[in-house]
Structures are given as C-alpha cells and as structure tokens.
C-alpha cells in the first residue's frame, strides 16, 4: 500500500521552513501532496494562483510531490485521495500545542494519523505571517521564501 500524505495549509507564502518540512519528511511517504485549502472568507496577501505556481515550480522535478488545491474538511480531501497521513511542520511547543487537539480530531473523523515533523533549526523562526508583514510594510521577504520575486 502507498504510503500517501496530505501537507495541507494556506501557505500565504510558503517559506524555507514549509520547505524543510517537506525535506525532512520525504523519505518517510512515497508521495506528499501539498494541499492548498481555500477559504473564500480568508483574505490571502499572495495571490492564490501565484502561490500555488511558485511551490510547483520549486517541486517541478521530483515525482513524489504534487501540489493542489482542495475545498472543504481537510480529513475529506485525504479520503479522496487514498491519503492515511497528514503532514504538519512543528517549530516549537506552541505550535504542538495548536496541532495537538487538531490531530485527535482528524483521527476520530476519519482514523488519518497526523505525523508532526519539525522545521530545521535554521528555518525555525520563520512563519508566514512574519514574511506577509514585511512583505506588507514594503520589505524583500527573499530571506524567509524561495524564489519570492515568483509571488509579487
């Protein structure tokens, strides 16, 4: 049986630390899907098609990964596609405390084991509201994303 995870998120932008997630988690699955969730009452700083172009470029040659984007309950979307595993990026406790209630109630939904990876160290501090505030204030948020002259 394929080994199939769902990393699911806004990904408003997507940063080094999302990446390192997907780096420290690949050899575990035989294929992660980066789901992008949309939520039409979520004002995004990035735009979505953008976002979602940016991190299929930054994947374009690796056959494990697909990038998409989904409606609805995230633990649906794993079922639709044959996913047992959702994958979540952890960079300290605060972020274990936010995933932790979050998990149990995927895996009495829908039995989906959720698998908490942490970011690299270097990468740890970054999150995506700090780059869409510096993007906001007019700063070059290339330090924190991967190619982010993509996005603007």
């Known amino acids: 049986m394929k080994r199939i995870a ?17 780096e420290n988690a690949l050899d575990l699955f035989d294929e ?3 789901a992008f969730g949309v939520n039409i009452s979520k004002t995004y700083a990035f735009d979505t098609d953008k976002r979602i172009a940016h991190v299929k470029k930054l994947y374009a ?6 990038v998409v984007s989904y409606n609805g309950l995230t633990v649906d979307f794993c079922r639709s596609e044959e996913a047992k595993y959702i994958l979540r990026g952890l960079r300290d406790t605060k972020d274990f405390e936010y995933e932790r209630p ?3 109630a995927n895996k009495k939904m829908a039995n989906i084991e959720t698998i908490l990876v ?6 740890s501090t970054i999150s995506s509201t700090i780059v869409r505030e510096i993007y906001k204030l007019g ?6 994303v991967t ?5 603007v």
């Not at 408003?12 to 630390?17: E, Q, Y």
């Not at 040659?61 to 697909?66: A, L, Q, V």
């Not at 190619?147 to 996005?151: I, K, V």
Request: proline share 9%; aromatic share 14%; hydrophobic share 40%.
């Open 32 to 34: 992660i899907i980066i």
């Open 6 to 22: 769902v990393f699911p998120g806004s990904f408003d932008p997507f940063t080094k630390g999302h990446e390192s997630v997907i």
């Open 102 to 104: 979050i998990a149990i």
């Open 118 to 123: 942490y970011t690299n160290p270097e990468v």
């Open 139 to 144: 700063g070059d948020g290339s330090l924190f």
């Open 147 to 151: 190619n982010f002259a993509d996005l």
């Open 61 to 66: 040659g690796n056959p494990k990964i697909s």
